[in-house]
């Protein structure tokens, strides 16, 4: 069975400072995508990864997929209140099968 | 835009009834997928659907069925709605795109509290 760990679980931190969240697995991955998700409505996806030691920006947002497909990390710079909110990961396998999700990291930002 | 709708954002039903929920995707993706999730439980699979008329059972299947007879909608049927199958119910699919290979995207949620 095919895990991926998230860390930290949780993860409150004031405006302005910076965070790194963790997803790590045994087993290799074709890709990679990151969600958040906020209280009530359904995850939105930020950004998906394929190769190995890519990086990839959304503004404050740095994603990067390890070397080897069996890790990637969040890093969010200079975090604002609006950054709130649940961050999952999710590995793809291979075609016509399900994603394997993390727990999710619960984000939250104190003006 | 891609986008993935569910019929209701939140619904109220009785202990017995039979819980129709409605999921239509516009990207013409193969997969789609049923999710329950429920705090300190993260996401759990219920069904999946890689084909019209094709399904396959998640972790967690029991009382609930599917069904697909368009390649764009995919419904989930709890049989006989009990109090813990209260939850928030996420629908997805999921499709292949150069360059990012198979991206999955979620719809809203539909919050079903049943009494």
């Known amino acids: 069975t095919q895990l991926l760990e998230q860390s930290p679980q949780f993860l409150s931190i004031q405006e302005g400072e910076n965070l790194t969240v963790y997803c790590n697995s045994s087993s290799v991955f074709s890709s990679l995508q990151w969600y958040r998700q906020e209280p009530g409505e359904g995850p939105v996806l930020l950004v998906t990864v394929v190769t190995g030691g890519e990086v990839k920006k959304l503004k404050r947002l740095t994603f990067q997929f390890g070397d080897a497909r069996k890790d990637s990390s969040l890093h969010i710079t200079a975090a604002q209140p609006g950054d709130t909110g649940l961050y999952l990961c999710a590995g793809g396998v291979r075609r016509n099968t399900p994603l394997v999700f993390g727990k999710g990291t619960r984000l939250s930002v104190i003006a | 835009d891609v986008k993935v709708t569910q019929s209701s954002r939140y619904l109220v039903k009785r202990t017995g009834e039979k819980v129709f929920l409605e999921c239509v995707q516009d990207?013409?993706?193969?997969?789609m997928f049923w999710y329950r999730q429920d705090p300190g439980l993260g996401l759990r699979l219920i069904y999946f659907?890689?084909?019209?008329?094709?399904?396959e059972k998640g972790d967690i299947p029991e009382g609930y069925s599917v069904s697909r007879e368009k390649k764009e909608r995919f419904s989930l049927i709890l049989e006989s709605a009990s109090t813990n199958q209260t939850s928030m119910y996420l629908c997805?699919?999921?499709?292949?795109?150069?360059?990012?290979?198979?991206?999955?995207?979620f719809g809203p949620g539909t919050r079903l509290l049943v009494l």
């Open positions: 659907s890689y084909d019209v008329k094709m399904k």
């Open positions: 997805a699919s999921r499709g292949w795109a150069s360059g990012t290979g198979e991206t999955q995207y």
């Open positions: 990207m013409d993706h193969e997969n």
